[in-house]
């Protein structure tokens, strides 16, 4: 109806199917993550159910909206105005849908609309009128445009240069924040207390958008937002606020944040969301949007803050929070579809125009990982650094906020009981870090009372009061050390969210003990279903949650049915995001094919695992083995699959087996075989497969001395553990003992590994399924940077394009006699080094790895599919090499997000730091690189200005020919001090730049700006971590001013070549 | 008092149970006034507004489970009686000052799954436990209220009672029964504002909101008795309100008389909640008793004509038969979600009703249009 109405399928021959593109948000980056897969799959279900034809616009290959059977037509491209113009060329859309994918499609929409490519081809933007994006999005305008209808914003000014910002200021009054249009994730932004503060700010700021936005500091005044939908006939429902714990002053990205307030009034509620109705009736949105507001404390007197005419990340959140799915409302809305026409999808009876009541909160705890990045500062603020998330359910704030603290993994327990270092946060309370919660508990325990930290953080008394009581409880664990906790002190320790763990932990018991005192004291959680009608209404929902705050479950225990239990990634972190959704998601869909029921636990709200609209049954639980258990004696599965969810569930394994919940696939002892670098080493030595020379040491003279035997440079590493945590390289002793200081404080628990660090070595990987120790498939990639580069950070290519068909066979060799010596049965991925035609084996995962999605999708047979059926016993053939052999190439390229962690040395290195990834095809190498770089954010050098910064002789010496062919494709070059001769004695003239200290021009600073130089090329000369070198100063002002860098030698080269061929 | 609003008194918690008469016994633990009590258990899945929801006199005599299970969060604002009682004198009086809707707390007992004692809000200085002490009404914390909700949800509103171990247990008693109407309504008359539109409000158990959103509309508001006779009502007024209030309407036998006699002199009326359904009676149409009634702060309602759809803040446990209507009538409102009647309208513009509270408090506004069209049209 609607879509007709609005003109669908305006001729175009496509027997009148209206064909829409949607564009998605690229890869995961900090500011912009997994939420926009979710929202976006899900708007595509909700546009085909119309009948409407999807072309879908995402270069993120890891994501499930990109997986075949989704959108009609999938375009691996990058989110750019000048591809997606190409795409409506061709396709002769009727409409875009441009608020699904984050900032990124938003920004694309907009360029799009200017450039007038939308008008030229007939294109209409679907939901929110474009007027709507533009007045939102720019902060002076929205601004004026709210004063108008009298509401009220922070006092503020925009400013498009030094001078006229500052007086701004003045008139204001300090302190003030400052901040940036069209970024996401508050880059660019934050207070400054005076001028100079003021001053370091704007040149950033300006940096990275026309103008900035001068305002009222409202630090220490309570943040909310709501989320809010309208429909074309002006019907208004607010589905969801949220209070952040945190108060103004820490990004709602950075809060913990809970669902619904818990602080305000039935008055204030209500103001804020008729506020919230003027603004967007004001804006004339069609959809969804979400709005962020300042309250007062003392007052109540209030401001608006932003609003996002989006999809975003808090509107994921609010959908898992309440069951109402914002995407897919804001999908009907945008096709012409009012509310009250459509069903509410938890029981499909009552309206889809109503607002959701909660019988339950929600906490949302933000998941950093800033020790991965080197020289990182330790302190959150108003722009987002944090680069996950997970979301917790209970029926108190205590219990909620310590299942949370626990769903951050990392051994956290809870809110106490931990045994990380929590000094740094304790010092300055004052100063948000990833750790001030924690911090916040202990300080309560040494006695600061609710009002002294409400003073001096401005969170709110009664969270800090929820926080206190939680330490009363452990108190009280303590108290009964002697005796043991009695019935009652487990109900009330449980009740405030205590795991057995924690109470094992605080009376000096076992976990495993007080398991048993919790049984037979009868103590056991509840399943409760989120119904978005707080039982008002009967649902079949199979969403779901456990608490202690209950006395019967909501579901009856289900009859013996074929359930199989398929455990989540858990938070996205550097090293474990996307990709293992998109492999629990198809093999939920591959049990499920199979004729089981999955169930899947997952605490992750920016993930599709949990969207309860994927047809299993979804637990939004903890991963700790504890809840594991608890689940599984109400569902009483067959057993688990635990090989798709990353490192996270892999590390169950054993403990699963052990407490006779059978673990489908590979058997949890050789996972374990796999795991352990002794039996993994031992089982290599036995079956003559090559490895690295390496220790396990516990003290630095035995390091000393094998470094010294085998050679420096060498790996220092602990074991277990993704993403190469606190992994370093040391190129001599000194390096050697920093390292060991670095590695012994990530994790005291697990020795500490060093190996021989190969230099040189090509780097390459085989994914690989298969079914009792034979092989189903095996897919080799290989990276382009040299071994010493992350394989999560590295770019990696498949089929492989330069490497001896002989190498290629020997990796398949070593992949089946891995396979047949392990006796697998489902995923895993080997990572090879290949150096001078031998090939070595650096690590085996028993399980799913990051490329999955990628070579499958690259190849078209999915590894997950025949991976889970494997598993669970069905018979599989293998899939023959000829499949796997392709006559196009796919480029896998890493994201970064180094521009918004101030401080981090953006340089490649053994420890992973990307974000995300994308994946893009083409015909050859060189096109297939290009757009994945581009995909990735990498601007292709217009005017052709390059810096060139090359470590060591031996690194200038390789480089020589790539310098010649830059200027040769008529490159500017500007070169440092060494470079700049040596390149001068080889006759490549150039343009010296001169360091800071030098005082001469022209100077790196000068230089180091946008639009003077469009590439810069530095290559480090060593691996130790040199913070503050010359080198570092270069690759941040590179960063922090969005100039493309390349700080790998294999990848400049790759470049210059790909630049010359097109 | 409190610095900070932050009460921390240690209080030993006494075990209490809720007893519906279908035998279901739910443990908890008191902390309000500990002694007994008995009446009809209904649930609210309203997110906010405890203190507006317990003195809204339609809840008399109702045992009110809270589903949202953190309650107490904010506290309650302090409230001298002198300051905040209408006068009795014939001058102007002021209404009560939010949040509360009425100078007691209605309902007979609270239900919650987890109280916070410790409470933190600038206008509160109060806990919401110790208001309940204040006003004799037991209340319990720690009960599984999804169960007791669905519970209620199958079987319909049961007869409860909340006992406090050691205190004697009262036997069950249905307040339907009683005429509620005639223990909330105000036993003289109230007068509020000095100047502007004169209308009457029949109070039968009247949300204090009513009168102060007439107020800010330059209306004067004189409040009389349930059982004022049609003289009296009609008096000096531009038109007359029917209050919402608590019960079975047909209790309310003598007001609707007094509405029947009101739509012969052609007085204009708008009746809410309670006096929708009185209005209705008047109007020849039947009412009955929903299995659970509709309370909470997202009832859907679709406004006939115009098909927009309104965000509506409910507590009643009867209902209009929309069929029953007679000539002349139509429904104004009609639930999106169950289809049952949310108001109605007479041809002649003269007489209207709504079954939502437009004064909200607590619950969403965006329905005072409906105030600001009868004022409209009587003026
Ligand atoms: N005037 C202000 N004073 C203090 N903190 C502020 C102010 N404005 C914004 N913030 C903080 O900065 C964060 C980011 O600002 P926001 O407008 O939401 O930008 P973004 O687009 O990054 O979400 C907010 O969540 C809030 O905590
Ligand atoms: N012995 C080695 N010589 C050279 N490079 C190595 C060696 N071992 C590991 N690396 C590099 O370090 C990266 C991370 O090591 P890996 O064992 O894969 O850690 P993780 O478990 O985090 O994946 C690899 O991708 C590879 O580039
Ligand atoms: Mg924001
Ligand atoms: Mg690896």
């Given at each position: 109806?609607?879509?007709?109405?609005?003109?669908?399928?305006?001729?175009?021959?496509?027997?009148?199917?209206?064909?829409?593109?949607?564009?998605?948000?690229?890869?995961?980056?900090?500011?912009?993550?997994?939420?926009?897969?979710?929202?976006?799959?899900?708007?595509?279900?909700?546009?085909?159910?119309?009948g409407?034809?999807?072309?879908?616009?995402?270069?993120?290959?890891?994501?499930?909206?990109?997986?075949?059977?989704?959108a009609d037509?999938?375009?691996?491209?990058?989110?750019?105005?000048?591809?997606?113009?190409?795409?409506?060329?061709?396709?002769?859309?009727?409409?875009?849908?441009?608020?699904?994918?984050?900032?990124?499609?938003?920004?694309?929409?907009?360029?799009?609309?200017?450039?007038?490519?939308?008008?030229?081809?007939?294109?209409?933007?679907?939901?929110?009128p474009?007027?709507?994006?533009?007045?939102?999005?720019?902060?002076?305008?929205?601004?004026?445009?709210?004063?108008?209808?009298?509401?009220?914003?922070?006092?503020?000014?925009?400013?498009?240069?030094?001078?006229?910002?500052l007086?701004?200021?003045?008139?204001?009054?300090?302190?003030?924040?400052a901040r940036?249009?069209?970024?996401?994730?508050?880059?660019?932004?934050?207070?400054?207390?005076?001028?100079?503060?003021?001053?370091?700010?704007l040149?950033?700021?300006?940096?990275?958008?026309?103008?900035?936005l001068?305002?009222?500091d409202?630090?220490?005044?309570?943040?909310?937002?709501?989320?809010?939908?309208?429909?074309?006939?002006?019907?208004?429902?607010?589905?969801?606020?949220?209070?952040?714990?945190?108060?103004?002053?820490?990004?709602?990205?950075?809060?913990?944040?809970?669902?619904?307030?818990?602080?305000?009034?039935?008055?204030?509620?209500?103001?804020?969301?008729?506020?919230?109705?003027?603004?967007?009736?004001?804006?004339q949105?069609?959809?969804?949007?979400?709005?962020?507001?300042?309250?007062?404390?003392?007052?109540?007197?209030?401001?608006?803050?932003?609003?996002?005419?989006?999809?975003?990340?808090?509107?994921?959140?609010?959908?898992?929070?309440?069951?109402?799915?914002?995407?897919?409302?804001?999908?009907?809305?945008?096709?012409?579809?009012?509310?009250?026409?459509?069903?509410?999808?938890?029981?499909?009876?009552?309206?889809?125009?109503?607002?959701?009541?909660?019988?339950?909160?929600?906490?949302?705890?933000?998941k950093?990982?800033?020790?991965?990045?080197?020289?990182?500062?330790?302190?959150?603020?108003?722009?987002?650094?944090s680069?996950?998330e997970?979301?917790?359910?209970?029926?108190?704030?205590?219990?909620?906020?310590?299942?949370?603290?626990?769903?951050?993994?990392?051994?956290?327990?809870?809110?106490?009981?931990n045994?990380?270092?929590?000094?740094?946060?304790?010092?300055?309370?004052?100063?948000?870090?990833?750790?001030?919660?924690?911090?916040?508990a202990?300080?309560?325990a040494?006695?600061?009372?609710?009002?002294?930290?409400?003073?001096?953080?401005?969170?709110?008394?009664?969270?800090?009061?929820?926080?206190?009581?939680?330490?009363?409880?452990?108190?009280?664990?303590?108290?009964?050390?002697?005796?043991?906790?009695?019935?009652?002190?487990?109900?009330?320790?449980?009740?405030?969210?205590?795991?057995?763990?924690?109470?094992?932990?605080?009376?000096?018991?076992?976990?495993?003990?007080?398991a048993?005192?919790?049984?037979?004291?009868?103590?056991?959680?509840?399943?409760?279903?989120?119904?978005t009608?707080?039982?008002?209404w009967?649902?079949?929902?199979?969403?779901?949650?456990?608490t202690?705050?209950?006395?019967?479950?909501?579901?009856?225990?289900?009859?013996?049915?074929?359930?199989?239990?398929?455990?989540?990634?858990?938070?996205?972190?550097?090293?474990?995001?996307?990709e293992?959704?998109?492999?629990?998601?198809?093999?939920?869909?591959?049990?499920?094919?199979?004729?089981?029921?999955?169930?899947?636990?997952?605490?992750?709200?920016?993930?599709?695992?949990?969207?309860?609209?994927?047809?299993?049954?979804?637990?939004?639980?903890?991963?700790?083995?504890?809840?594991?258990?608890?689940?599984?004696?109400?569902?009483?599965?067959?057993?688990?699959?635990?090989?798709?969810?990353?490192?996270?569930?892999?590390?169950?394994?054993?403990?699963?087996?052990?407490?006779?919940?059978?673990?489908?696939?590979?058997?949890?002892?050789?996972?374990?075989?796999?795991?352990?670098?002794?039996k993994?080493s031992?089982?290599?030595?036995?079956?003559?497969?090559?490895?690295?020379?390496?220790?396990?040491?516990?003290?630095?003279?035995?390091?000393?001395?094998?470094?010294?035997?085998?050679?420096?440079?060498?790996?220092?590493?602990?074991?277990?553990?993704?993403?190469?945590?606190?992994?370093?390289?040391?190129?001599?002793p000194?390096?050697?003992?920093?390292?060991?200081?670095?590695?012994?404080?990530?994790?005291?628990?697990?020795?500490?590994?060093?190996?021989?660090?190969?230099?040189?070595?090509?780097?390459?990987?085989?994914?690989?399924?298969a079914?009792?120790?034979?092989v189903?498939?095996?897919?080799?990639?290989?990276?382009?940077?040299?071994a010493?580069v992350?394989?999560?950070?590295?770019?990696?290519?498949?089929?492989?394009?330069?490497?001896?068909?002989?190498?290629?066979?020997?990796?398949?060799?070593?992949?089946?006699?891995?396979?047949?010596?392990?006796?697998?049965t489902?995923?895993?991925?080997?990572?090879?080094?290949a150096?001078?035609?031998?090939?070595?084996?650096?690590?085996?995962?028993?399980?799913?790895?990051?490329?999955?999605?990628?070579?499958?999708?690259?190849?078209?047979?999915?590894?997950?599919?025949?991976?889970?059926?494997?598993?669970?016993?069905?018979?599989?053939?293998?899939?023959?090499?000829?499949?796997l052999?392709?006559?196009?190439?796919?480029?896998?390229?890493?994201?970064?997000?180094?521009?918004?962690?101030?401080?981090?040395?953006?340089?490649?290195?053994?420890?992973?730091?990307?974000?995300?990834?994308?994946?893009?095809?083409?015909?050859?190498?060189?096109?297939?690189?290009?757009?994945?770089?581009?995909?990735?954010?990498?601007?292709l050098?217009?005017?052709r200005?390059?810096?060139?910064?090359?470590?060591?002789?031996?690194?200038?010496?390789?480089?020589l020919?790539?310098?010649?062919a830059?200027?040769?494709?008529?490159?500017?070059?500007?070169?440092?001090?060494?470079?700049?001769?040596?390149?001068?004695?080889?006759?490549?003239?150039?343009?010296?730049?001169?360091?800071?200290?030098?005082?001469?021009?022209?100077?790196?600073?000068?230089?180091?700006?946008?639009?003077?130089?469009?590439?810069i090329?530095?290559?480090?000369?060593?691996?130790?971590?040199?913070?503050?070198?010359?080198?570092?100063?270069?690759?941040?002002?590179?960063?922090?001013?969005?100039?493309?860098?390349?700080t790998n030698?294999?990848?400049?080269?790759?470049?210059?070549?790909?630049?010359?061929?097109? | 008092?409190?610095?900070?609003?932050?009460?921390?008194?240690?209080r030993?918690?006494?075990?209490?149970r809720?007893?519906?008469?279908?035998?279901?016994?739910?443990?908890?633990?008191?902390?309000?006034?500990?002694?007994?009590?008995?009446?009809?258990?209904?649930?609210?899945?309203?997110?906010?507004?405890?203190?507006?929801?317990?003195?809204?006199?339609?809840?008399r005599?109702?045992?009110?489970?809270?589903?949202?299970?953190?309650?107490?969060n904010?506290?309650v604002?302090?409230?001298?009686?002198?300051?905040t009682?209408?006068?009795?004198?014939?001058?102007?009086?002021?209404?009560?000052?939010?949040?509360?809707?009425?100078?007691?707390?209605?309902?007979?007992?609270?239900?919650?799954?987890?109280?916070?004692?410790?409470?933190?809000?600038?206008?509160?200085?109060?806990?919401?436990?110790?208001?309940?002490?204040?006003?004799?009404?037991?209340?319990?914390?720690?009960?599984?209220?999804?169960?007791?909700?669905?519970?209620?949800?199958?079987?319909?509103?049961?007869?409860?009672?909340?006992?406090?171990?050691?205190?004697?247990?009262?036997?069950?008693?249905?307040?339907?029964?009683?005429?509620?109407?005639a223990?909330?309504?105000?036993?003289?008359?109230?007068?509020?504002?000095?100047?502007?539109?004169?209308?009457?409000?029949?109070?039968?158990?009247?949300?204090?909101?009513?009168v102060?959103?007439?107020?800010?509309?330059?209306?004067?508001?004189?409040?009389?008795?349930?059982?004022?006779?049609?003289?009296?009502?009609?008096?000096?007024?531009?038109?007359v309100?029917?209050?919402?209030?608590?019960?079975d309407?047909?209790?309310?036998?003598?007001?609707?008389?007094?509405?029947?006699?009101?739509?012969?002199?052609?007085?204009?009326?708008?009746?809410?909640?309670?006096?929708?359904?009185?209005?209705?009676?008047?109007?020849?149409?039947?009412?009955?008793?929903?299995?659970?009634?509709?309370?909470?702060?997202?009832?859907?309602c679709?406004?006939?004509?115009?098909?927009?759809?309104?965000?509506?803040?409910?507590?009643?446990?009867?209902?209009?038969?929309?069929?029953?209507?007679?000539?002349?009538?139509?429904?104004?409102?009609?639930?999106?979600?169950d289809?049952?009647n949310?108001?109605?309208?007479?041809?002649?513009?003269?007489?209207?009703?709504?079954?939502?509270?437009?004064?909200?408090?607590?619950?969403?506004?965006?329905?005072?249009?409906?105030?600001?069209q009868?004022?409209?049209?009587?003026?």
């Open positions: 109806m609607a879509t007709r109405r609005k003109g669908a399928g305006s001729g175009n021959g496509r027997d009148g199917r209206m064909r829409v593109i949607l564009l998605g948000s690229g890869a995961l980056k900090i500011g912009e993550a997994g939420e926009f897969d979710y929202s976006g799959s899900q708007a595509i279900k909700a546009l085909k159910e119309d409407v034809e999807v072309w879908l616009i995402n270069p993120n290959i890891a994501t499930i909206q990109t997986s075949p059977g989704l037509r999938i375009f691996l491209l990058p989110v750019e105005p000048r591809f997606v113009a190409k795409v409506i060329a061709n396709g002769r859309p009727d409409g875009i849908l441009i608020s699904f994918g984050g900032q990124t499609a938003l920004n694309c929409g907009l360029q799009l609309h200017r450039k007038g490519v939308l008008k030229r081809y007939g294109v209409r933007i679907l939901g929110s474009i007027s709507a994006v533009e007045k939102t999005e720019n902060r002076a305008t929205f601004a004026r445009e709210v004063r108008r209808i009298g509401l009220k914003v922070p006092r503020s000014g925009a400013a498009r240069d030094l001078p006229s910002a007086r701004l200021a003045r008139s204001i009054g300090y302190p003030v924040m940036t249009g069209f970024t996401l994730g508050g880059k660019g932004s934050g207070i400054a207390a005076g001028e100079t503060d003021l001053r370091r700010l040149v950033e700021a300006l940096s990275s958008s026309p103008q900035v001068i305002e009222e409202l630090t220490g005044w309570k943040e909310l937002e709501y989320e809010v939908v309208r429909d074309r006939a002006d019907n208004c429902i607010s589905v969801c606020n949220m209070e952040n714990v945190d108060a103004m002053g820490v990004h709602t990205g950075e809060s913990i944040v809970v669902a619904p307030s818990q602080t305000l009034t039935d008055e204030e509620y209500f103001f804020l969301r008729d506020v919230a109705f003027q603004v967007i009736r004001h804006f949105i069609v959809g969804e949007c979400n709005i962020q507001f300042a309250i007062h404390p003392k007052t109540g007197d209030y401001r608006i803050i932003e609003v996002n005419a989006r999809l975003s990340r808090s509107s994921a959140l609010a959908s898992k929070a309440t069951g109402y799915p914002l995407a897919r409302i804001a999908a009907k809305l945008a096709l012409g579809h009012i509310l009250p026409d459509l069903k509410n999808s938890m029981n499909e009876t009552t309206t889809a125009c109503f607002e959701p009541a909660l019988d339950y909160l929600v906490v949302k705890m933000p950093w990982d800033l020790e991965k990045f080197q020289g990182a500062s330790h302190f959150i603020g108003s722009e987002m650094k680069v996950g997970v979301m917790s359910i209970g029926r108190s704030f205590e219990e909620a906020l310590q299942k949370g603290c626990r769903m951050l993994g990392d051994g956290i327990r809870g809110l106490v009981g045994d990380f270092n929590i000094s740094q946060s304790l010092k300055d309370l004052s100063r948000p870090t990833p750790r001030r919660v924690f911090a916040l202990e300080a309560l040494r006695g600061r009372t609710v009002e002294a930290l409400h003073r001096k953080t401005g969170i709110d008394p009664w969270f800090l009061d929820k926080m206190a009581r939680i330490v009363a409880v452990r108190d009280a664990l303590r108290a009964a050390r002697r005796r043991g906790p009695d019935p009652a002190l487990l109900r009330r320790a449980k009740e405030h969210g205590f795991s057995d763990e924690q109470i094992g932990l605080e009376t000096r018991r076992g976990a495993a003990e007080i048993r005192r919790r049984a037979s004291a009868g103590l056991r959680p509840v399943v409760k279903q989120i119904d009608l707080a039982a008002e009967p649902v079949r929902t199979n969403y779901l949650y456990l202690y705050h209950g006395q019967e479950d909501d579901i009856a225990p289900p009859a013996a049915g074929r359930r199989v239990m398929i455990l989540g990634s858990g938070a996205y972190r550097i090293g474990s995001s996307v293992f959704d998109w492999c629990c998601v198809s093999a939920a869909a591959a049990v499920r094919r199979m004729g089981y029921e999955p169930i899947v636990v997952n605490c992750n709200p920016e993930t599709v695992s949990t969207d309860y609209d994927m047809g299993h049954t979804i637990y939004f639980e903890e991963l700790t083995f504890e809840r594991i258990q608890d689940i599984w004696r109400k569902e009483a599965p067959l057993g688990i699959l635990l090989a798709f969810g990353g490192q996270i569930p892999n590390n169950h394994a054993l403990a699963c087996a052990r407490a006779g919940m059978p673990v489908f696939g590979t058997h949890p002892r050789d996972i374990d075989r796999a795991e352990d670098r002794h993994f031992t089982l290599l030595d036995r079956m003559r497969i090559p490895q690295p020379p390496w220790v396990e040491v516990t003290s630095r003279r035995e390091a000393r001395k094998f470094s010294h035997r085998v050679g420096f440079p060498v790996l220092v590493r602990p074991s277990y553990v993704l993403s190469g945590a606190a992994m370093r390289i040391a190129s001599d000194v390096g050697l003992d920093s390292a060991l200081r670095g590695a012994a404080e990530v994790s005291r628990s697990h020795p500490v590994v060093v190996s021989k660090f190969i230099e040189g070595a090509k780097e390459l990987e085989a994914d690989a399924v079914s009792q120790g034979a189903l498939a095996v897919a080799v990639t290989e990276h382009v940077e040299n010493g992350h394989s999560g950070d590295a770019t990696v290519v498949f089929p492989p394009q330069k490497i001896y068909l002989e190498t290629v066979k020997r990796i398949r060799e070593i992949t089946a006699a891995l396979a047949r010596g392990l006796n697998i489902g995923p895993f991925n080997v990572q090879f080094l150096i001078d035609n031998e090939v070595m084996v650096i690590e085996c995962n028993l399980r799913a790895s990051r490329s999955f999605p990628f070579i499958s999708k690259v190849s078209g047979v999915d590894f997950v599919d025949l991976a889970t059926r494997a598993m669970m016993g069905a018979e599989v053939e293998a899939v023959p090499e000829s499949l052999d392709l006559d196009h190439v796919g480029v896998k390229a890493p994201q970064f997000s180094f521009s918004r962690i101030k401080g981090a040395d953006p340089a490649l290195r053994v420890e992973m730091a990307s974000t995300g990834e994308v994946g893009c095809l083409g015909e050859d190498l060189p096109e297939a690189f290009l757009k994945a770089i581009i995909a990735a954010g990498f601007r050098p217009e005017r200005h390059v810096l060139l910064s090359i470590g060591t002789l031996k690194a200038k010496t390789r480089f020919p790539q310098a010649r830059l200027r040769d494709l008529g490159f500017t070059l500007y070169a440092t001090r060494h470079t700049s001769r040596f390149l001068e004695e080889n006759g490549i003239g150039n343009i010296r730049l001169y360091k800071i200290h030098e005082r001469r021009q022209p100077s790196l600073l000068d230089y180091i700006v946008p639009d003077r130089l469009d590439l090329i530095n290559i480090p000369a060593g691996y130790d971590r040199r913070e503050l070198t010359d080198g570092y100063i270069i690759r941040r002002r590179a960063a922090d001013f969005g100039i493309p860098l390349i030698a294999q990848l400049a080269e790759l470049l210059i070549k790909s630049i010359g061929m097109k | 008092m409190r610095p900070h609003g932050i009460r921390s008194r240690p030993t918690a006494t075990p209490g809720l007893v519906l008469e279908d035998g279901a016994i739910f443990p908890g633990v008191s902390f309000g006034a500990e002694e007994s009590a008995a009446g009809e258990t209904v649930f609210t899945t309203g997110m906010v507004g405890y203190p507006e929801a317990l003195t809204d006199p339609s809840y005599g109702q045992i009110l489970t809270f589903t949202y299970p953190s309650i107490g904010y506290g604002p302090a409230w001298s009686a002198q300051r009682r209408p006068s009795r004198s014939e001058s102007a009086g002021e209404p009560i000052p939010r949040p509360r809707e009425s100078e007691r707390i209605q309902a007979a007992g609270l239900i919650c799954s987890s109280y916070s004692e410790n409470f933190s809000h600038h206008t509160a200085d109060m806990s919401l436990g110790y208001w309940l002490r204040e006003q004799k009404i037991p209340a319990l914390t720690g009960v599984d209220t999804r169960a007791l909700t669905k519970r209620i949800r199958i079987h319909g509103a049961l007869l409860g009672r909340i006992e406090i171990d050691g205190k004697v247990a009262p036997r069950f008693l249905d307040p339907n029964r009683r005429n509620l109407v223990e909330v309504s105000t036993r003289q008359v109230l007068r509020y504002g000095r100047r502007g539109l004169p209308l009457t409000m029949i109070d039968c158990g009247r949300k204090n909101n009513q102060r959103m007439l107020l800010e509309r330059g209306a004067r508001v004189t409040v009389i008795p349930w059982d004022s006779d049609v003289g009296q009502v009609a008096r000096d007024c531009a038109g309100i029917l209050s919402n209030g608590p019960g309407p047909r209790m309310a036998a003598t007001t609707v008389e007094t509405v029947r006699a009101l739509i012969r002199r052609r007085v204009p009326i708008l009746g809410i909640c309670l006096g929708h359904q009185i209005l209705a009676l008047a109007a020849g149409a039947s009412t009955s008793k929903m299995k659970f009634g509709h309370r909470s702060h997202n009832q859907p679709v406004e006939t004509g115009t098909g927009r759809c309104y965000q509506t803040s409910q507590n009643h446990g009867f209902s209009v038969d929309g069929h029953s209507l007679q000539r002349g009538w139509t429904e104004w409102f009609v639930n999106a979600n289809g049952s949310e108001g109605i309208r007479h041809r002649s513009g003269l007489w209207r009703s709504v079954q939502f509270h437009p004064e909200a408090a607590p619950g969403p506004g965006g329905t005072a249009w409906i105030l600001d009868f004022l409209e049209a009587i003026r």
